[in-house]
């Protein structure tokens, strides 16, 4: 079941994380990379991300039995035509995006007749680049696989496999419920986070040193957020905007009551609301998707 030669296309959080988590846990793998940017490149190497960092696409994916796109969903069409007719017979591939309907397409209109099967490790950090990866990023972490009606079951389990031996849970998933799924959990909530934080620095009456210096753990974990990958991010939104724009009118309509309930002293229902809530906090701590020590296990410094 174990890939012996895997490529991994684009070496920032996500592609490094793989490549070092491959090395850790699949001694018996080798690995090469690609990263369209030649700074990236070069720091990938310095760190040892992957056994080889190659100079094109092309070289990259020569041999490999599994190939990873480990670039923003925006741009993994293009990404992916770099190496139609570059890929080994029966070669897998795959990716990481947080988007899966549109990569979905993208990939297999970019490499037809490949055996495509796209996924998500629900796993990241607010950092991004070469120096952001580690190896143990994926480890207790969902990773959902997308395959399209017809896969081959054996590529699947070949698959989920490797993710296993990373550390990840899988789940298989259809992607267009995948995509309404990550929606609320993940695509709404940066939203929210972004637009929070963007509020508070054009407030006229609230300077920007105030909103640094007074900044509770609420605000502190939003500004977290929102220090994503802004290219990341775009991308997120433009490539899952029916989803997010459904799950977005839907939040609109509860803010709304929440607004008038605020509004008509209506204590009852904001103490419904928190205690529900609340109790879904719990089912993720307990769960171990989260840690339950105050201020979620994170120091200042």
């Given amino acids: 079941?174990?890939?012996?030669?895997?490529?991994?296309?684009?070496?920032?959080?996500?592609?490094?994380?793989?490549?070092?988590?491959?090395?850790?846990?699949?001694?018996?793998?080798?690995?090469?990379?690609?990263?369209?940017?030649?700074?990236?490149?070069?720091?990938?190497?310095?760190?040892?991300?992957?056994?080889?960092v190659c100079d094109t696409?092309?070289?990259?994916?020569?041999?490999?039995?599994?190939?990873?796109?480990?670039?923003?969903?925006?741009?993994?069409?293009?990404?992916?035509?770099?190496?139609?007719?570059?890929?080994?017979?029966?070669?897998?591939?795959?990716?990481?995006?947080?988007?899966?309907?549109?990569?979905?397409?993208?990939?297999?209109?970019?490499?037809?007749?490949?055996?495509?099967?796209?996924?998500?490790?629900?796993?990241g950090t607010e950092r991004s680049g070469p120096d952001a990866g580690f190896a143990s990023l994926f480890r207790h972490r969902w990773?959902?696989?997308?395959?399209?009606?017809?896969?081959?079951q054996a590529a699947v389990a070949r698959l989920s496999a490797f993710w296993e031996a990373l550390?990840?849970?899988?789940?298989i998933m259809d992607a267009a419920h995948h995509d309404l799924v990550l929606a609320v959990t993940s695509h709404i909530p940066h939203l929210i986070a972004y637009t929070i934080v963007g509020t508070a620095s054009d407030l006229e009456e609230v300077t920007r040193g105030e909103v640094i210096k007074y900044s509770a753990g609420g605000f502190r974990d939003f500004t977290r957020i929102a220090a994503s990958d802004p290219v990341m991010w775009r991308d997120v939104f433009l490539t899952n905007r029916e989803a997010v724009l459904e799950m977005l009118?839907?939040?609109?309509?509860?803010?709304?009551?929440?607004?008038?309930?605020?509004?008509?002293?209506?204590?009852?229902?904001?103490?419904?609301?928190?205690?529900?809530?609340?109790?879904?906090?719990r089912s993720i701590v307990e769960q171990g998707q989260d840690d339950a020590r105050p201020d979620f296990g994170r120091s200042d410094h």
């Fill in 167 to 171: 550390g990840a849970n899988v789940e």
């Fill in 1 to 52: 079941m174990t890939f012996t030669r895997i490529a991994v296309i684009g070496l920032g959080l996500l592609g490094g994380s793989v490549g070092l988590a491959v090395r850790e846990s699949l001694p018996g793998s080798s690995t090469t990379g690609y990263d369209a940017d030649p700074d990236v490149r070069q720091r990938a190497a310095e760190r040892g991300l992957v056994d080889t």
């Fill in 143 to 152: 990773c959902i696989l997308t395959p399209p009606s017809g896969t081959d």
């Fill in 249 to 281: 009118g839907r939040f609109t309509e509860d803010l709304t009551a929440l607004q008038r309930a605020i509004r008509n002293g209506d204590g009852d229902a904001l103490f419904d609301l928190f205690t529900r809530t609340r109790d879904i906090r």
């Fill in 57 to 123: 696409a092309a070289e990259a994916v020569a041999g490999a039995e599994l190939v990873v796109f480990c670039v923003p969903v925006g741009a993994m069409g293009a990404a992916a035509a770099k190496i139609a007719g570059e890929l080994s017979p029966g070669a897998i591939v795959t990716d990481v995006g947080s988007s899966k309907a549109a990569v979905g397409e993208a990939l297999r209109s970019a490499l037809p007749g490949a055996t495509v099967i796209p996924a998500h490790p629900v796993a």
